[in-house]
């Protein structure tokens, strides 16, 4: 998802992190639930952490969850971002997942055959 040869490579990888975050916040405010409040996150198809480094900054208390395919990425977000690292499968009923307040999915299908 980073595209190195782009002069505007780091603000773009940065700006497509962050706007996930006002869209969530906002769509939960509509909802009448308040972002803040949130405890729990699943960033499924978490990649290197684009989206988790800013649920992070974003929700500094909650519980998160970096889920990926790429075993190595899962463990990278752990690492580096303070969640616990799950990794996925094809099957997605060979995954225990957890219950969580939210569940972020950002390009995952896009990874997907039809």
Do not use: K
Request: aromatic share 8%; hydrophobic share 45%; net charge negative.
């Amino acid at each position: 998802m980073f595209e190195p040869h782009r002069p505007d490579a780091i603000a773009s990888y940065a700006e497509t992190g962050r706007q996930p975050i006002a869209f969530l916040r906002s769509g939960i405010m509509q909802a009448g639930g308040v972002f803040e409040a949130i405890d729990s996150v699943l960033d499924f198809g978490c990649g290197h952490g684009r989206v988790i480094r800013y649920l992070r900054q974003a929700l500094p208390h909650a519980a998160l969850v970096a889920c990926d395919l790429d075993q190595e990425a899962a463990v990278f977000c752990a690492t580096e971002f303070g969640a616990a690292a799950l990794v996925s499968d094809l099957d997605l009923e060979r995954v225990r997942f957890s219950p969580c307040d939210l569940a972020w999915m950002g390009s995952v299908l896009t990874h997907v055959n039809e």
